[in-house]
């Protein structure tokens, strides 16, 4: 059994589609960033970061995983799915699992917070971050221009990007032109899996404002 503690965010929503596509039962806990219980000490014992996700594998010694793709590694690993088999099939996968945890995550998630949430408007700011992830988002395109997916095949690389991308809308940074990046979009919208995960822990329409915040300083 895993325990994972969460919050509708994009990061989180990374361990709860890879949790349902992999079929692994887990215990939901979901943290409230109002009461800042991921700044609990109980809390910081699983993660010194203070951020969600987290997981405790309670099958393993309860041995705690933060970060989320150190998450999905980690998933990947103990269960032989979602990565490919050979050496080099999985150093594609992990590379572009980088490349969303050190680009698209950190550059929209300022984007978020610039275009929405500054309280003062700075276009210069504003543009550097939406032009930057729109960039990230071509190089993503021209990848899967090549392959139906991020490493050839699913994987978490998919897995870790996509929640992001689910809400290029809310950084204010369009997909208009990119036909394989709009294919596979639909492609990941489509699994059953990502759909339940995306649900996970449901969003209540009263705590939208507060999620929407979440997504955008929770940007690791």
Request: aromatic share 10%; hydrophobic share 45%.
């Amino acid at each position: 059994m895993i325990d994972l503690y969460t919050a509708a965010t994009p990061n989180g929503h990374k361990v709860s589609i890879a949790l349902e596509e992999l079929g692994l039962p887990y215990q939901l806990h979901v943290l409230s960033f109002e009461q800042q219980q991921q700044k609990a000490p109980e809390f910081l014992q699983i993660n010194p970061n203070g951020r969600i996700p987290a997981i405790v594998d309670r099958d393993n010694d309860n041995f705690a995983v933060f970060e989320s793709g150190a998450i999905l590694y980690y998933l990947a690993e103990k269960t032989g799915k979602l990565l490919p088999a050979d050496a080099k099939g999985r150093s594609v996968a992990l590379q572009w699992l980088m490349f969303q945890m050190g680009g698209v995550g950190p550059m929209q998630g300022q984007a978020n917070v610039f275009y929405r949430y500054f309280p003062e408007k700075i276009p210069a700011a504003i543009a550097r971050y939406q032009n930057e992830t729109r960039r990230l988002y071509e190089v993503l395109n021209s990848r899967l221009e090549q392959v139906e997916y991020l490493a050839g095949e699913y994987s978490i690389a998919d897995i870790a990007t996509y929640p992001w991308l689910a809400l290029h809308d809310w950084a204010g940074v369009s997909v208009e032109g990119l036909d394989a990046l709009q294919r596979w979009m639909a492609a990941m919208a489509a699994r059953p899996a990502v759909q339940k995960g995306l649900q996970v822990p449901p969003r209540a329409a009263a705590d939208e404002h507060s999620i929407q915040t979440a997504q955008a300083m929770l940007v690791k």
